[in-house]
């Protein structure tokens, strides 16, 4: 489901980080950016935050770090939608934007960007491009964290969660693509391109 939200200014800030380090003719005209959001839960309905902490962060970065190489922009401060913003070099050349919340982390990106896949097909066999394949491997990082908190609580977090919250946003909408539930295997925030590459 689709609601109207206005992210105008939270996504007029991105644009100012991550354009100039995409070419001309992606970073001005209908090339859009796209955040997708993962919200760690324990209600999937009203506000339950459960937070990603900073251990569990310095393992998203390790893994960041070890893929794409060292943050071209490090860690910067955002105002719309307080975070840290450090912007990433894909393979393809192409650039996204990693922003740490308090909240659960957000990756964004231009379209052309998300629309990077490795090898067409169905969308059933479709092999998903670098950036999407990059936040399920986040997505993953975060719920295995908290399905070892769940089972044995310590000091890596402070509560636990039952469910992460998978939402695509632009600057005038927000959508839910799905909930991964922390006991399952599956942690696949995004499985398929049109998940993400659908018109608001």
Same mark, same amino acid.
């Given at each position: 489901?689709?609601?109207?939200? +206005?992210?105008t200014? =939270?996504?007029?800030e991105?644009? %100012?980080?991550?354009?100039?380090?995409?070419?001309? %003719?992606?970073?001005?005209? %209908? +090339?859009?950016?796209?955040?997708?959001k993962?919200?760690? @839960?324990?209600?999937? @309905?009203?506000?339950?935050?459960?937070?990603?902490?900073? !251990?569990?962060?310095?393992?998203?970065?390790?893994?960041?770090?070890?893929?794409?190489?060292?943050?071209?922009?490090?860690?910067? =401060?955002?105002? #719309?939608? &307080?975070?840290?913003?450090?912007?990433?070099?894909?393979?393809?050349?192409e650039h996204?934007l990693?922003?740490?919340?308090?909240?659960?982390?957000?990756?964004? !990106?231009?379209? #052309?960007t998300?629309?990077? @896949?490795?090898?067409?097909?169905?969308?059933?066999?479709?092999?998903?491009?670098?950036?999407?394949?990059?936040?399920? =491997?986040?997505?993953h990082?975060?719920?295995?964290?908290? +399905?070892?908190?769940?089972?044995?609580?310590?000091?890596?977090?402070?509560?636990?969660?039952?469910?992460?919250?998978?939402?695509?946003?632009?600057?005038?909408?927000?959508?839910?693509?799905?909930?991964?539930?922390? =006991?399952?295997?599956? %942690?696949?925030?995004?499985? &398929?391109? #049109?998940?993400?590459?659908?018109?608001?």
């Open positions: 489901m689709t609601s109207s939200a +206005d992210f200014l =939270k996504f007029q991105v644009n %100012d980080i991550l354009a100039p380090y995409e070419s001309q %003719d992606f970073a001005t005209g %209908d +090339d859009k950016l796209v955040s997708l993962l919200r760690p @839960v324990e209600n999937e @309905v009203g506000p339950s935050d459960c937070y990603v902490y900073p !251990a569990e962060y310095e393992e998203i970065y390790r893994y960041l770090n070890e893929t794409f190489g060292l943050p071209i922009v490090d860690k910067t =401060k955002v105002h #719309h939608g &307080y975070g840290l913003a450090s912007v990433y070099k894909l393979p393809s050349g996204f990693f922003v740490e919340h308090e909240s659960g982390p957000e990756l964004i !990106a231009f379209l #052309h998300i629309r990077d @896949v490795l090898t067409a097909g169905t969308e059933a066999v479709i092999s998903l491009g670098a950036f999407l394949t990059a936040v399920n =491997k986040v997505a990082i975060i719920r295995t964290s908290i +399905d070892e908190y769940n089972r044995k609580p310590s000091g890596r977090r402070h509560n636990g969660a039952s469910a992460i919250k998978v939402e695509r946003r632009t600057a005038v909408s927000t959508r839910a693509i799905r909930s991964i539930k922390v =006991k399952s295997d599956s %942690d696949e925030a995004v499985k &398929y391109i #049109h998940d993400v590459d659908r018109h608001d």
